[in-house]
């Protein structure tokens, strides 16, 4: 079975700094998709990036981008010069063709003025 | 678009009561997903249909639950008798193909007293 794993419960980091939210995943899959949702106190749920298996390249999305690792079932997400908006709950999510999302546990994310 | 749409927003009800939270998703998507959020168990998939039809309701906790897809632009999620451990957030999500993740509604606070 699929499973995702957020080993940070908890992460901050100076405004206009640097962070990075950590996510494994095990599959037997070869194509699939990798995602990053946000939920800031609002509860709403935002697609933040997304990564397609087959693709080597990293994702970027603005001041978000990932570290996708294959071969290790590792996907990152980096956020840089981090804004007080930015504070959030950070879900990372597989799937695998149409089924459903797996989502791991979350990390909040703090940011210091 | 106006996106996923959840009704209501907030609920609070009496245990041994009926609860009915709505859904429309977003129209041309063809994929409808209920999760249930909570601090203990997180985000836990219920249930999604594929063209109106229930593929996977293994996540459903128990018979007090069922949901319903009549048309493609409507869906409901009920639980009767509802009891204080089904107090959650439940958000409904809508995906038309699996390489874009899903958009998710702004979610129903359920609290059962």
């Known amino acids: 079975a699929q499973t995702v794993t957020q080993s940070q419960p908890e992460m901050s980091v100076q405004e206009a700094e640097t962070v990075t939210l950590s996510c494994t995943y095990d599959?037997?899959?070869?194509?699939?998709?990798l995602f990053w949702y946000k939920q800031p106190p609002s509860r709403q749920m935002i697609l933040v990036i997304r990564?397609?298996?087959?693709?080597?390249q990293n994702a970027t999305e603005n001041r978000f981008s990932v570290n996708f690792q294959k071969a290790a079932k590792s996907f990152s997400l980096k956020i840089s010069d981090s804004q007080l908006g930015d504070a959030a709950m950070y879900f990372c999510?597989?799937?695998?063709?149409?089924?459903?999302?797996?989502f791991g546990t979350g990390t909040r994310l703090q940011v210091f003025p | 678009d106006a996106g996923v749409i959840q009704s209501p927003r907030h609920e609070v009800t009496e245990m041994g009561q009926e609860v009915t939270l709505r859904c429309k998703p977003i129209?041309?998507?063809?994929?409808l997903f209920w999760y249930r959020q909570t601090m203990m168990r997180g985000l836990e998939l219920l249930i999604y249909?594929?063209?109106?039809?229930?593929?996977?309701d293994s996540g459903m906790p128990e018979d007090r639950f069922s949901a319903k897809m009549p048309n493609a632009s409507f869906s409901t999620l009920k639980i009767q008798p509802s009891e204080p451990r089904d107090s959650a957030v439940y958000f409904c999500?809508?995906?038309?193909?699996?390489?874009?993740?899903?958009?998710f509604g702004s979610g129903t606070r359920l609290t059962v007293v």
């Open positions: 249909f594929n063209n109106n039809v229930p593929i996977d």
């Open positions: 129209s041309g998507h063809n994929s």
């Open positions: 599959t037997s899959e070869s194509d699939y998709y």
């Open positions: 999500a809508s995906s038309l193909v699996a390489d874009y993740g899903y958009t």
């Open positions: 999510a597989y799937r695998y063709n149409t089924d459903k999302l797996i």
């Open positions: 990564q397609e298996a087959y693709k080597q």
